[in-house]
């Protein structure tokens, strides 16, 4: 086998901790399954790095990364040193733009037996994607401040959307949900107050749907979508969403299915003309980073989503399986979902499962 070439960045906080977490987990994916992994180990895109060098990457980043298979992403940033905007716009949001990874793919299922926030749901009610958009929209570099320091101080940040980015994100989505049981799509908007940019995505959702006939589909505005992602959990499949609205969504669903600490997230070129790039949705966690604490599955989840873009589905779908058995365990569940074991523990445990599956 073809070992696949990954480039591995733990960046600040948690993400230290739950990377290699993440390893252990393909390391046995690796003895149980005909694949192989090479990993090259990164220390840029840190808040570390910044502090040593005034800036977060080198600048030959791009050429360091551009020929791997896939990059294997912690958590970046530390408000405590340094400005997020400086570290996010110096890291990650590089990452997304020049990769062009823009397809952010987010999962929100609740487990069986953890137990949903919102009163009687159980496993089933709650199991969507969100489908992200990774490049544009509210994330736009086009804007700037005048007159700084006076009275007329005025500052501005443009939306941009351009044809290409919002129609390339509608049929990732689109056709996502084709390929799922209940084929159905949820289009996120707010064209009643943003009055020029959101009726064109709403625009461009018509028109993709014309071209997936057995594909449901309805929109909603955002403020009264993300009621429903708490009173109606169960009405969703896929969701769409522009950059902003699609961030605040992803925390929102999982955040329905016990905690933040288990979603995933692949920030994906589906071209494959660059590296996609897989990290929980989840930040560095300042509040709890250093005590052994932070939940590992975001992390693992998010290996399994790299294992199946890799084309390595069988092993993924493994890992995804072990998750679900451990986390049924009381005794497996770090403090976030209210049990007493340790990420290290957790791990060992996913590992365990998995080597017992199949
Ligand atoms: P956060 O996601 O880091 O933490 C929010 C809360 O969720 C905290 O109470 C934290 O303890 C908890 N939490 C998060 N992951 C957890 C896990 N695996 N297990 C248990 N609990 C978990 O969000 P924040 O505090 O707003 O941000 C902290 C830093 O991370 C900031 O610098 C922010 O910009 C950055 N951030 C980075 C990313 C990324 O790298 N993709 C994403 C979000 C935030
Ligand atoms: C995420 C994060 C980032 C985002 C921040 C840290 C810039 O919240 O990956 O969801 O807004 O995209
Ligand atoms: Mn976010």
Redesign the pocket.
């Known amino acids: 086998t073809n070992a696949h070439h990954i480039a591995v960045i733990p ?5 230290k901790e ?1 990377v290699p977490e993440g390893l252990r987990v393909l390391k046995t994916v690796s003895e149980k399954f005909d694949c192989a992994f090479a990993f090259d180990h990164f220390d840029f895109a840190s808040c570390d790095y910044y502090l040593k060098h005034g800036q977060m990457m080198p600048d030959d980043w791009k050429a360091l990364l551009g020929d791997h298979d896939a990059i294997f ?7 405590d040193t340094v400005p ?1 905007h400086i ?2 716009w110096g890291s ?1 949001i590089q990452f997304r733009r020049e990769f062009d990874q823009y397809v952010n793919l987010r999962a929100a299922r609740l487990m069986p037996g953890v137990s949903s926030p919102l009163a009687n749901r159980g496993p089933g009610d709650i199991d969507f994607m969100i489908v992200r958009e990774n490049t544009e929209g509210e994330y736009s570099s086009i804007g700037g401040k005048i007159f700084p320091g006076t009275e007329r101080e005025v500052v501005m940040q443009e939306t941009v959307m351009t044809r290409t980015g919002v129609d390339r994100i509608l049929r990732f989505a689109f056709d996502l949900a084709q390929r799922r049981e209940k084929k159905h799509l949820t289009s996120a908007t707010k064209s009643n107050g943003i009055s020029i940019t959101m009726p064109y995505w709403d625009e461009r959702v018509e028109a993709m749907a014309a071209n997936f006939p057995d594909v449901r589909w309805d929109k909603y505005h955002i403020d009264i979508l993300a009621a429903h992602f708490v009173q109606h959990p169960d009405w969703f499949d896929v969701v769409v969403a522009s950059n902003l609205f699609g961030d605040i969504l992803s925390d929102l669903g999982p955040a329905c299915t016990g ?3 288990i979603a995933p ?1 692949g920030n994906i070129n589906p071209e494959r003309e660059f590296p996609s790039l897989f ?10 980073a250093g005590h052994g ?4 599955v ?1 992390q693992i989840w998010a290996a399994a989503m790299m294992l199946d873009h890799l084309g390595e589905r069988d092993a993924a779908a493994a890992v995804v399986s072990a998750i679900e058995a451990v986390l049924a365990e009381p005794q497996y569940r ?3 979902l209210g049990g007493p074991a340790k990420t290290s523990e957790c791990t060992e445990a996913i590992c365990r499962a998995l080597r017992d599956i199949g």
Do not use: K, Q
């Open positions: 960046d600040d906080g948690i993400g739950v992403f912690g958590a970046v940033g530390w408000p997020d570290s996010l990650l905690t933040i600490g997230a990290e929980p949705v989840h930040g560095s966690a300042p509040d709890i604490i932070a939940n590992p975001e770090t403090p976030d």
